[in-house]
């Protein structure tokens, strides 16, 4: 699975973005997705993660909600819908795929990632 992240940029605090990864295949529907991010001199931390259904979804404290993850299995695509960024959003953020959405907070479980797109949030 090859998957493809966009849509990262640089926006004031306050402001929002919305990231899209898509993953070209048929196979899309069947996998969990998470979008991850790496800040400066951090480990790289789950953001949110959703079921391949959509049903169940997952976000880190920090970002509850800000944040939105969704995604349309018919384009093979998931979103993260980020809102009233706050400078300490500033990071690399990657998607990622797995198998099931149990365990979604573990990357370890995660068996596909693409490139990552920066987010830059000035104040």
């Known amino acids: 699975v090859q ?4 849509g990262g ?3 004031q605090a306050g402001g929002s973005l919305r990231l899209s990864c898509i993953a070209p295949g048929r196979t899309f529907s069947s ?3 998470g979008w991850f991010r790496q800040r400066p001199g951090k480990e790289r931390e789950l953001v949110a993660a959703i079921s ?3 049903g169940n979804t997952r976000y880190t404290d ?3 909600g800000r944040f939105t993850v969704a995604r349309d299995n018919a384009k093979n695509t998931v ?4 809102n009233s960024l706050e400078p300490e959003d500033t990071a ?5 795929a797995r198998a099931d959405f149990r365990g979604s907070s573990d990357i370890g479980g995660y068996k596909y990632w693409g ?3 920066q987010v830059t949030v000035s104040s």
């Open 31 to 33: 996998y969990a997705m």
């Open 79 to 82: 979103y993260l819908q980020m």
């Open 62 to 64: 920090s970002v509850k």
């Open 92 to 96: 690399v953020y990657y998607c990622a």
């Open 9 to 11: 940029g640089l926006v």
């Open 52 to 54: 391949w259904s959509g």
């Open 115 to 117: 490139q990552g797109t």
């Open 3 to 6: 998957l493809q992240a966009s």
